[in-house]
């Protein structure tokens, strides 16, 4: 089934919306990145500023970083809160164990920082992110590699059963550059009925810095539709 940009749009803006309602004043809020969270961050934004909380944000993402700056959102840092009491971010898939594959931002290895420190993890999708198996549709895990290793990482994702393409920039030439000044490999693997073993063997390789399998780390999913959202919780 095909959708169109509003019914889109409404259902993550319907996610957003009950997210933040588990935000507490005083807390330390994970911020991720991506275009359902940013709706996630302007409600926040006037959440603060109608409730008078006195919250910080932790970003995982220059965008992440420019959008709580410009909705009001105080910024804070690990070496001054190292736990995060709530994280609030987005999936590219979420399969029945609430296992996801995230990075189409390229944001992943802050988004997986942020999200190990937080006591809990919610996240917000449009109903469409929810899969029966990750993988389906042909769609890649986000793999971030050191520059250096770009060959090398190829050819192990290879020997593995992977196909690799170097994700390229938009409006500009040549590969898309991570925050933390590394590269993107989209690695496609079909089906993923392991993917906590398929992380395993990623990490293995060396010049792989993080991939977009995110394991065992979601607590609760709102999945939006424009009428109305769901809720799944970790089992």
């Known amino acids: 089934m ?3 940009r509003d019914w889109i749009d409404n259902a993550k803006k319907n996610a957003a ?9 005083k807390y330390i809020i994970g911020l991720g990145s991506g275009s359902t969270v940013a709706y ?3 409600e926040l934004g006037e959440k603060v500023k109608i409730e008078k909380l006195e919250i910080f944000g932790i970003p995982t993402s220059y965008q992440a970083f420019l959008l709580a700056t410009k909705y009001g959102i105080k910024i804070t ?3 001054e809160h190292p736990i ?5 971010d987005g999936a590219d898939q979420i399969d029945p164990k609430l296992n996801l594959i995230k990075g189409m931002g390229a944001a992943l290895t802050r988004e997986k920082i942020v999200a190990s420190a937080s006591k809990t993890n919610i996240i917000i999708a449009d109903k469409r992110k929810k899969v029966t198996c990750l993988g389906i549709h042909d769609h890649p895990v ?3 590699v050191i520059p250096f290793a770009l060959t090398q990482v190829e050819n192990q994702i290879k020997k593995i059963g992977g196909k690799t393409v170097l994700r390229k920039g938009t409006g500009k030439v040549g590969p898309v550059i991570t925050d933390n000044g590394n590269v993107i490999l989209d690695a496609f693997f079909g089906l993923i009925k392991n993917p ?5 063997l990623l990490k293995m ?3 792989v810095v993080e991939t977009g399998l995110f394991i065992d780390q979601t607590d609760l999913v709102y999945l939006g539709t424009p009428d109305q959202t769901e809720k799944i919780e970790k089992k």
Not at 17 to 25: M, R
Not at 84 to 88: M, Y
């Open 205 to 207: 390789i060396s010049g």
């Open 40 to 42: 996630a961050i302007k």
């Open 17 to 25: 919306k009950v997210a933040i309602t588990h935000v507490k004043d």
């Open 142 to 144: 986000p793999v971030e």
């Open 2 to 4: 095909t959708h169109n």
């Open 196 to 200: 906590s073993q398929l992380n395993h």
């Open 77 to 79: 840092t690990f070496e």
């Open 84 to 88: 995060i009491d709530l994280t609030i």
